[in-house]
């Protein structure tokens, strides 16, 4: 039984921070790279960041560059999202996604919603 399952969303004021989390069992996580995905109203879901498996490499929407950290903790089977200066633009749904390449597999989190609003 794969699950994800992600925490820490909720309502923000702009410029406010909040820390994703998501945790996995059921797979050997080390072996995943992980990524933080968003979809907001009415859009495509997109990327926001990625992990690789050690946690040495990293990729960010260029968007969110400066402001947004990704990591992970292999012990504890967790990754995280780290979101700084929040903007409006930032509320979505954010899901985590864990991704194997050979074989291609993916796994996902139900997903946190994060609101930034007055």
């Known amino acids: 039984q794969v699950q994800l399952v992600e925490s820490g969303g909720g309502l923000v004021q702009p410029g406010g921070s909040l820390r994703l989390s998501c945790a996995a069992s059921?797979?050997?996580?080390?072996?995943?790279?992980m990524n933080w995905y968003r979809q907001a109203p009415g859009k495509e879901r997109e990327l926001v960041a990625a992990i690789s498996r050690p946690g040495g490499n990293t990729n960010y929407l260029d968007s969110v560059k400066g402001r947004f950290t990704i990591s992970r903790d292999n012990a504890k089977n967790t990754v995280y999202l780290q979101m700084n200066s929040l903007k409006h633009e930032a509320t979505a749904v954010y899901y985590c996604?864990?991704?194997?390449?050979?074989?291609?597999?993916?796994?996902w989190g139900q997903g946190t919603q994060v609101t930034v609003s007055l």
């Open positions: 996604n864990a991704h194997l390449w050979l074989p291609v597999l993916d796994y």
């Open positions: 059921g797979f050997t996580f080390s072996n995943y790279a």
